[in-house]
């Protein structure tokens, strides 16, 4: 047995011996591969190599990503209202991106939105709509001007409760490839359990077709179960859950169809006519939408240039009448 043991320890010394002539060869193999005389060699070995390779890489992106700061406005404690209304000022706000300094994309813009009320925000491509919901958010700073909500300057307030206050459902929502009743409570800061869910799924025109899967609110959602418009309503589901103060929706400029542009009117009479107070800022695209609105905003080139009720503003003939007209014609 100990001569049997003896033989073994010394092989495996002999192997340890070999190894930096093993790790040469591998190396050498490497590096043909790579300069592509190898590739006759096995399909699967050359794969294998390749997402090594590739996943190393990936690895350092992550790690980097891991190792970095939160930025300053994270860092600093700011104040925390005891109740938020929604009342949104807009002061001789001015702003360029900072990778474009000598393009100005919004110029003393002026605005005030009263606390529940519902306005919409039209103009044409590159106006400026979602960068003024950008600032809403604090993605980016004035470079003149203030945003204030409630009267506070929006840089004193905490960002984590400002956020959290404001739900918002971009024009192309994250759907999560999980099941629908995580993907409605995905990221809700309290408790919440499934009549909550169910109920923000009906104001949002979201629980009759996920009752009508076959496992209802425990479907995956997977590839293409769900259409643009139901996926919009899940989001709109994932931001009533939170029962935001404010809450802004950017409607989708791809085309919907007409059932999916119809629910999303709906959820809009819905949530005004909600007993909760909220103030409502919708991109919209669409007449219906814009019609359910209090106040109509007209942008261009980053600047307010109309504003009233859809009615108010066709009388005016300006460039609302003119969208207007243009949608009405391609329908
Ligand atoms: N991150 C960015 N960096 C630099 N410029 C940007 C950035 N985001 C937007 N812009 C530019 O700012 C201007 C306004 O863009 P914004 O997205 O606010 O317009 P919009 O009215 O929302 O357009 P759309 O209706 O097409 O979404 C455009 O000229 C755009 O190219």
């Known amino acids: 047995m100990s001569i049997r043991l003896g033989k073994i320890a010394r092989w495996r010394w002999k192997k340890r011996q070999d190894w930096p002539h093993r790790r040469r060869r591998f190396c050498r193999k490497v590096a043909k591969i790579s300069s592509g005389g190898w590739r006759q060699q096995s399909s699967s070995y050359w794969r294998i190599l390749e997402t090594t390779y590739s996943s190393i890489g990936a690895s350092e992106q992550i790690f980097e990503m891991m190792n970095r700061l939160p930025c300053d406005q994270f860092l ?3 104040i925390k209202l005891q109740r938020l209304m929604g009342h949104i000022q807009f002061v001789d706000v001015s702003f360029h991106y900072p990778a474009r300094s000598m393009m100005p994309v919004l110029e003393h813009l002026n605005l005030s939105v009263k606390a529940n009320e519902v306005i919409a925000i039209v103009g044409l491509s590159g106006s400026g709509k979602s960068t003024l919901i950008n600032l809403l958010l604090r993605l980016y700073e004035p470079c003149s001007g203030q945003v204030y909500i409630d009267g506070f300057p929006l840089k004193e307030l905490d960002i984590r409760w400002l956020r959290q206050n404001i739900g918002y459902v971009a024009q192309e929502p994250h759907i999560f490839h999980m099941d629908i ?9 309290r408790n919440i359990n499934q009549e909550d869910i169910i109920n923000a799924a009906k104001l949002a025109y979201a629980h009759d077709f ?7 609110y425990d479907t995956l959602v997977d590839g293409n179960v769900l259409s643009g418009g139901q996926k919009q309503r899940i ?10 103060v404010v809450m802004i929706l950017d409607e989708p400029t791809s085309a919907l169809d007409s059932e999916s542009e119809h629910y999303i009117k709906e959820v809009l009479y819905t949530l ?3 007993t909760t107070s909220r103030t409502i800022i919708i991109i919209a695209h669409r007449l219906s939408t814009v019609k359910a609105a209090d106040r109509i905003i007209v ?12 009615e108010e503003l066709l009388v005016k003939d300006g460039l609302y009448a003119k969208l207007n007209k243009i ?5």
């Open 210 to 216: 996920i009752s009508s899967l076959p496992n209802s």
């Open 235 to 244: 989001a709109i589901a994932r931001a009533i859950i939170r029962d935001p």
């Open 327 to 331: 949608q009405a014609d391609v329908f």
């Open 76 to 78: 600093v404690q700011g």
């Open 299 to 310: 942008m261009d080139n980053g600047r307010i240039i109309e504003m009233g009720n859809h």
């Open 272 to 274: 005004r006519n909600e």
């Open 181 to 189: 009743k995580s993907n409605i409570g995905y990221g809700c800061p």
